[in-house]
C-alpha cells in the first residue's frame, strides 16, 4: 500500500475525539457582567502576513495518491464553501514523482481564491520549497518538523544537523511567508527562540494529543518495539504556554487535538493566533460527507462567538486579557520550568481601579 494511503488510513483508525486532554485543565473564571455584545464579536485573525475572517483551519493532511487526491478535492471543496484557508500534506512526494502533483494542485484548482500552505519538510532546499509553492500556487510555506516521527518510521531519515539551517534558507529566499510546524510532539520555548533567532516570524507548536505520528509509524513497523515513545512531547497546552512569553513577537498557531470551540478558545487565550485541525476534518470528510463538514464548521463559528461574548472578548486578542486558572497537572510542569501560573489568572485589568 502507498504510505500516504497508509497514513490515511492509521490517522482514521486511531481518531478518538473523547480523550482526555489537558485542554480540561484549564478553566476560565466566569464574569457576570461581560459588557460584549454577539453581534459585535469578530472572530477574524491574522498570521504570516495574512488576514482570516475564521481563526481556524483545515491543516496538512495528505496527497501523492488516488486516494487522497478524491480527500484533497473534498477538502478543498469544503475550504472554498467555508472561506477557511487550509494546508496540503507534504509535497515531497511530488517532487520526487511529479506524476502525483495532481493530488494537491487540485486544491487550487477547487479553490482558486482561497488561501493555501503547501507543506514540505524541514530538510528540503530553497528550490523543492519554490516547487513546492508553484504546484499548489500557494499563499505560504509550512514547513514541518517532525524528529520523532522520522525515527520511529521504518524508512525515515536520520540526519537532522542541517535542518535549522535549511529553515533559515527558506525564510530568506523561498518568497512566500513560512509557518513552520510541528506535527504533533509540541515545542518548548528553548525550540521557539531558536527559530525566532533565524527570523521565523510564524510557529504552529503542534502538540501531543491529535493524531499520533509515533504510533502510526510503529504499526507500519515489522515490530512494534518503539511504542514507549507513543507518549512523547508535550501536549498542545503545555506548548502555549511554553510559548506564552513569545506570543507578541511571533505568530503561535495551535494544532493537535482541538477538538471543540471551546478547546479553540483556551488556545486563543493563551497567544494562539489560530487552530489547525487535522483529524476532526479528515474523520468529518469522510464519515459525514462534505456538506455535513460545512455544516459544522458553521456551528462551530457561531459557537466561538457565544464563548467570546460569554468571556466578554470582542476580538481574539482580547481572550488574552481573561482570567483561566491552570489545574495542578499543569502547575506542576510550570513549576518545574520555572513559569510562573499566576500571569494566566490575573489578567482582566481593574477599570475601576
Known sequence: MNRKDEHVLLANKFYTPETNSDFDALKFVHQSLPQVNFDDVSIATTFAGLTFDT???????????????????????VAKETGLAM??????????????SKSYSIMREINPNGILFANLGAEH?????????DILQANALQLHVNVAQELVMPEGGRQFDHWLRSIQLMVEQVGVPVIVKEVGFGMSRETIELLKSIGVASIDISGRGGTNFAAIENARRPQNDLDFLEDWGQSTVIS?????????????????????????IKAYSLGAKACGLSGQFLHLIQEKGIENTCDSIVLWQEQLKTIMTLLG??????????????????????????????KFSNRIKNTHA
Request: charged share 15%.
Open 55 to 77: 481563526p481556524f483551519f483545515i491543516n496538512g493532511m495528505t496527497g501523492g495518491s488516488d486516494n487522497t487526491y478524491q480527500i484533497n478535492r473534498d477538502l478543498a471543496t
Open 87 to 100: 494546508a496540503s500534506g507534504s509535497i515531497s512526494a511530488a517532487i520526487k514523482h511529479p506524476e502525483v
Open 125 to 133: 532546499s530553497v528550490e523543492n520549497g519554490k516547487r513546492a509553492v
Open 240 to 264: 502555549l504556554i511554553e510559548a506564552y512569553n513569545s506570543h507578541t513577537s511571533v505568530d503561535i498557531i495551535a494544532s493537535g487535538g482541538i477538538r471543540t470551540p471551546l478547546d479553540m
Open 313 to 342: 472578548a470582542q476580538s481574539l486578542p482580547h481572550l488574552t486579557e481573561t482570567d483561566i486558572v491552570l489545574s495542578p497537572s499543569l502547575t506542576s510542569w510550570c513549576q518545574n520550568r520555572m513559569i510562573d501560573t499566576q
